[in-house]
């Protein structure tokens, strides 16, 4: 069984981003890069999933800038066997995305494919269920529990009131949430290695596809701030606070 | 303008991330149709008769729709999305999970987590865990949106008086198919419906000390909830989580307990009217936006707390 796990090159998740001068966008001058912390659980399943024997190759793939390749190199020194870059000049919107990543599946015919939920910059939430409804697969997301049994996928989800179970038949797309594993580190002799794996670029306009964006973004601001609050005592002066000034608990 | 509110239950009760959603649609303006996707759920279509601003109701009651499975759903919506120029649902795990499917049947870039509409085609929306703010302009014909519920103050439940018609299921799916659930079963209120939350962090230490704010939380008539360090260590399950990426809440009270103040878990909380940090580390940075904060070991603090409430 082949997996595709699609990633994403994002701001580390310890930046604090904030928007450029003219608030025409954010500004990522010099903020460190990382992958997408719900990709490397995506990646952390496919591989384990190989080394339970129920996979055979784990290949990430990444819609991106010709930066990106440093992404997909920490994917191969995770156990990604190989990688496919579909280059970009710039960042494209999610829907732009599933429609390439759905031509990397459609030639790839992977039995499964496993991306995260949701990428840290843009918080969108969009890019595994757009991929299903391109590819009519079933969707399973936010697992946090999956077992492989034949041709379907049992997915444990998490949802607002608690958690759900589905069944969905191969191949499938399945996005992860935080639980579904807790993700290795890459040791050093598998960074080496993973320089020797085969990685592929092409251009995105190989594709044939519209990657045109269709949103407009008009500017970036900083979100309100908060008016600086105090320091109390003790107890009896927070809940004196809470009763008499802010009045939220009679 | 035509707005398609997508309503969010459970098939007996409608949940009031919908009220808020409509809030959204009324501010976009032009006449809303809320869609009733379930099994059963007839009781659900007759309290979204009631609710202000609906103009008509449309019911899909079917196997096929028991559990909201996102493939037969999106199949439904796509059969009717071109009546109309706005497609809405609530940013909970039921609109995040189907509405950008939704969105890639028709072709159209969604607009996930709104927190202002500037006009039509026009909104807010938080981007890196909220560290900035997006002003975006939709291009597309249809605009998909979710709706971040706690920004939108709820519309009525009652005064509306629309009519209900049934919808017929359209292509249903077999691809996936609904095995189980477990719903956590509380008295207390639902996280992101409360007026007041308690939420513990990696300072509670284990998932027993959190009776201490149970104990609070039911002289409060709050609801309890966790940043991402307290369920990953296993203290509380997984719809405790309010942060980035679990759930976003805007209590008119949140209480941080023993939690440090990550910019993930700042993200779900930080529109909360007041906010109360207790932490033995003075320099957290929950104290950078908390109106009240006290600086003492929690497992003196709570007790004490719980005595003069």
Not at chain 1, 122 to 142: E, R
Not at chain 2, 16 to 40: C, D, F, M
Not at chain 2, 79 to 103: D, E, M, Q, W
């Amino acid at each position: 069984m082949k997996i595709v796990v699609p990633i994403k090159r994002v701001v580390d998740y310890n930046v604090k981003v904030r928007p450029l001068g003219d608030q025409s966008d954010v500004d990522l001058n010099n903020v460190k890069m990382a992958m997408n912390p719900f990709c490397e659980i995506a990646i952390e399943e496919a591989v384990r999933l190989k080394e339970a024997g129920t996979a055979t190759e784990v290949i990430a793939v990444t819609v991106g800038t010709s930066a990106s390749q440093e992404q997909l190199r920490t994917a191969l020194a995770l156990g990604a066997d190989r990688a496919v870059l579909i280059e970009t000049d710039v960042l494209l919107e999610p829907l732009a995305i599933a429609k390439a990543l759905a031509k990397v599946i459609e030639k790839e015919s992977p039995k499964l494919v496993i991306l995260g939920k949701q990428a840290i910059d843009g918080d969108n939430n969009q890019t595994g269920q757009m991929l299903a409804a391109l590819l009519d697969y079933g969707q399973a997301t936010f697992a946090s529990e999956v077992s492989i049994e034949g041709d379907t996928a049992s997915v444990t989800r998490e949802i607002d009131g608690g958690l759900q179970t589905i069944k969905v038949s191969l191949p499938a797309i399945i996005t992860t949430d935080l639980r579904l594993n807790e993700p290795r580190y890459a040791s050093l002799p598998n960074i080496m290695k993973a320089k020797k794996k085969e990685m592929d670029i092409q251009p995105v306009a190989d594709l044939g596809i519209d990657v045109a964006n269709r949103l407009e973004l008009v500017s970036v601001e900083p979100p309100a701030t908060r008016q600086e609050g105090i320091k109390v005592e003790s107890v009896e002066e927070l809940v004196s606070k809470l009763k008499n000034e802010a009045k939220v608990i009679s | 303008m035509s707005i398609l509110v997508l309503a969010e239950h459970d098939n007996s009760n409608l949940k009031p991330s919908t009220l808020n959603t409509l809030a959204a649609a009324k501010e976009i303006g032009g006449s809303i149709h809320l869609l009733v996707t379930g099994k059963g759920c007839q009781s659900v279509a007759d309290a979204c008769a009631t609710v202000e601003g609906v103009e008509k109701v449309l019911l899909a009651d079917d196997d096929a729709y028991e559990h909201q499975l996102a493939e037969s759903l999106s199949n439904l919506v796509k059969s009717i999305a071109s009546n109309y120029t706005h497609i809405l649902a609530p940013a909970t795990t039921f609109g995040k999970n189907v509405l950008p499917r939704i969105s890639a049947l028709i072709d159209v870039q969604q607009i996930s987590e709104i927190t202002d509409v500037v006009s039509a085609d026009t909104f807010k929306r938080p981007i890196y865990a909220g560290s900035c703010i997006a002003t975006v302009k939709s291009n597309d014909s249809i605009k998909v949106i979710t709706v971040r519920a706690t920004a939108f103050d709820p519309v009525s439940a009652t005064g509306g008086s629309a009519a209900i018609e049934a919808l017929a299921s359209a292509d249903v799916s077999s691809l996936s198919s609904f095995v189980g659930e477990e719903i956590a079963k509380s008295d207390r209120p639902e996280l992101t419906a409360a007026s007041i939350v308690v939420s513990g962090g990696r300072g509670m230490q284990s998932g027993d000390n959190f009776h201490l704010l149970e104990t609070i939380a039911d002289k409060l008539g709050a609801a309890v909830g966790a940043s991402r360090a307290a369920v990953d260590a296993g203290f509380v399950p997984n719809d405790y989580q309010v942060g980035q990426t679990g759930k976003i809440v805007a209590p008119d009270l949140y209480i941080a307990v023993g939690i440090s103040g990550a910019i993930q878990h700042l993200a779900g909380m930080k529109d909360s009217k007041v906010i109360v940090a207790i932490n033995k580390d003075p320099d957290a940075p929950i104290f950078q936006v908390a109106d009240y904060g006290l600086v003492a070991d929690l497992f003196d603090a709570l007790p004490e707390l719980s005595d003069q409430l």
